[in-house]
């Protein structure tokens, strides 16, 4: 008997490298911006990354993505395998490389600019 196939966003990712990324960040951070990016990397390793969080694929790198926080930070992730992943960047995310070639539209900033807020 074969399991179920999960739909890409609900799988779980095992973060196997890159706890110096965050290490590195986490020095510097307020305690509600710590909270954010790890509600994040909760929500990677719980498989609703995808259901919880705004996502962006990275237009140059098709095995990482960036999640955006309500704080303005984006955690960009990096595809191992199939159940494996890295943080390859925390931090504001009007520096996450990368992210600057996203569409305003796409992010929670556009949005709010659009809406005029």
């Known amino acids: ?7 890409a ?3 779980r990712l095992r973060l196997t490298s ?6 590195d960040w986490s020095r510097d951070a307020d305690d509600l911006a710590k909270t954010a990016v790890y509600e994040v990397l909760f929500s990677v390793a719980e498989g609703s990354v995808f259901k919880n969080h705004m996502v962006v694929d990275d237009v140059d790198r098709p095995t990482e993505f960036f999640v955006l926080t309500r704080r ?28 600057d070639q996203v569409s305003p539209g796409a992010t929670s900033a556009g949005k709010d600019a659009a809406a005029g807020t």
Do not use: F
């Open 9 to 11: 966003s609900s799988v």
């Open 72 to 99: 303005h930070l984006a955690v960009k992730i990096q595809l191992h395998s199939l159940d494996t992943c890295a943080v390859v960047y925390i931090g504001p995310a009007c520096a996450a490389p990368g992210l």
């Open 18 to 23: 890159g706890l110096e990324v965050l290490e």
């Open 1 to 7: 008997m074969t399991s179920p196939i999960q739909p």
